[in-house]
């Protein structure tokens, strides 16, 4: 009888033995550490200097990132590059990444619908998370929305209390929670929109402030 493949639970065990950018990105792109690699077309990793002081953490690569194999190339990384000139934070100095590296989707006609990532896939995915935060070794880590601090801070964090904080956490010297870009979008209304993007770019301000104060 043929024997089935262990599942594997966790990206633990597909982490390569000498950790560099390079390294680990090819590793990443075997993993297998939970089901969503079958879905996607590729492993996202993070991208950006390895000097950044900043790591912006999202929450997985969407549609369009899944097919270009980059973070963040999306509408909500158009608007969010939008909101960190705005802010005056150039993204090439920063470092991008997101809690969950393959795309979650279920299939809505001729769509891929976007799903949420769950507490054992957030799980799962974390060690190259932390893996790709133990090798830039940044100031702040700005998490973008629940899924993203959820992932670091657990599921009790709620970003909407604690927006917009600059916390003291075991990562990094510090972390600041705020929007995921694409809950503006997908704003109810004209108002909300407004709002949070006020809301949004007054909390990247405190991360530009705080990395010209740490500099
Ligand atoms: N949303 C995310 O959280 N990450 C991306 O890379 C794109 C969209
Ligand atoms: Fe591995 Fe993360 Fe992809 Fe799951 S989502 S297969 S843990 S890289």
């Avoid at 990206?11 to 993993?31: E, G, N, Q």
């Avoid at 939008?82 to 997101?98: P, Q």
Wanted: charged letters at 25%; glycine letters at 6%.
């Amino acid at each position: 009888m043929a024997k089935a493949t262990p599942e594997t639970t966790s990206a633990a065990d597909f982490l390569p033995a000498r950790r560099s950018y390079a390294s680990l990105v090819k590793a990443a792109s075997h993993c297998e550490g939970c089901p969503l690699y079958k879905r996607a077309t590729q492993t996202v990793f993070g991208e950006g200097p390895k000097t950044a002081r900043a790591i912006l953490i999202g929450e997985q690569p969407g549609d369009e990132e899944d097919l270009a194999g980059h973070p963040f190339v999306g509408p909500a990384g158009r608007y969010l590059d939008k909101c960190l000139v705005e802010a005056g934070i150039d993204r090439t100095d920063v470092y991008v990444t997101n809690a969950v590296k393959h795309f979650k989707w279920t299939p809505r006609g001729k769509r891929r619908l976007h799903g949420k990532p769950n507490s054992r896939e957030l799980a799962a995915c974390r060690p190259w998370l932390l893996a790709e935060i133990e090798l830039i070794e940044p100031e702040l880590l700005v998490l973008l929305g629940a899924s993203a601090a959820q992932s670091l801070l657990g599921s009790k964090f709620r970003v909407t209390r604690q927006r917009g904080q600059l916390l003291k956490v075991d990562y990094a010297p510090w972390a600041l929670a705020t929007y995921h870009p694409s809950a503006i979008l997908r704003a109810p209304d004209e108002a909300n929109r407004a709002r949070m993007k006020a809301e949004f770019t007054a909390d990247l301000k405190i991360v530009a402030k705080q990395l010209k104060r740490a500099s």
